[in-house]
């Protein structure tokens, strides 16, 4: 039987302490970057760069801290995306989110849907 596989979808680094506590005795843990701070001027003009390979970063520094494993396919600027293709593909137990300073990503209508329909408990750092 499989262990526990729990999704992180954060948009900066939590607490590291914070977040062991949420993913606890995860077996399988995967970690997605949206590169949400992406202002309409850079979306428009596509300059994105920054922003992915901030997510990158971002991603790197949380699977370093808890031993979780980079979703390669994320570090998209659509967050509700990210998140579809990762419950569909990784098939996580929970889902712990962490938006740091930037909470209106999940709070975008797009990402709650995506989050609310996944059928997966998630839980907020």
Known sequence: MAGKRVLVVATEPPDEAALREQVGDADEIRVVTPAAKVSRLTWLTGAEDDAR???AETAEQIAEAIGGEVDRTSQNTDAAQDVEDAVRTFRPDEI?????S?????EDDAVRKALDESG??????
């Open 53 to 55: 390979a901030e997510a």
């Open 96 to 100: 712990v989110v962490h938006a740091g």
């Open 102 to 106: 930037d909470e209106s990503m999940f």
């Open 120 to 125: 997966v408990p998630v839980r907020r750092i």
